[in-house]
């Protein structure tokens, strides 16, 4: 079955970075577009960031300039490097991939900044 994992979340004051990773399981990971969504508390989950198969970008205006979404898929894996963090950066960060039939998600990593 499919499986989405993040990790490398936490705690980090404004400023700073992380980066979080997603693996994934159970698709054909290559030929699948890969997005980073973000649930601030009390909000809807929006996307961040999502690649193509071709490697393509595209990002939320919060987000141009100091997030880079990346994919390696020889490990199955796509990853958010997150810089220059602001507390509204706050709130649980989901991997995600449409298989056209349906829409996986991860089970989240949380992301905190405050000082």
């Known amino acids: 079955q499919v499986q989405l994992v993040e990790s490398g979340g936490g705690l980090v004051q404004p400023g700073g970075s992380l980066r979080l990773s997603c693996a994934a399981s159970g698709f054909i990971f290559e030929i699948f577009a890969m997005g980073w969504y973000h649930q601030a508390p009390g909000k809807q989950r929006e996307l961040v960031a999502e690649?193509?198969?071709?490697?393509?970008?595209n990002y939320i205006d919060s987000a141009k300039g100091r997030f880079t979404i990346s994919r390696d898929n020889a490990k199955n894996t796509v990853y958010l490097q997150m810089n220059s963090l602001r507390p509204e950066d706050t709130g649980v960060y989901y991997c995600s991939v449409d298989l056209l039939t349906r829409r996986e998600w991860g089970q989240g990593t949380q992301v905190t900044v405050s000082s």
């Open positions: 690649i193509t198969n071709g490697r393509r970008t």
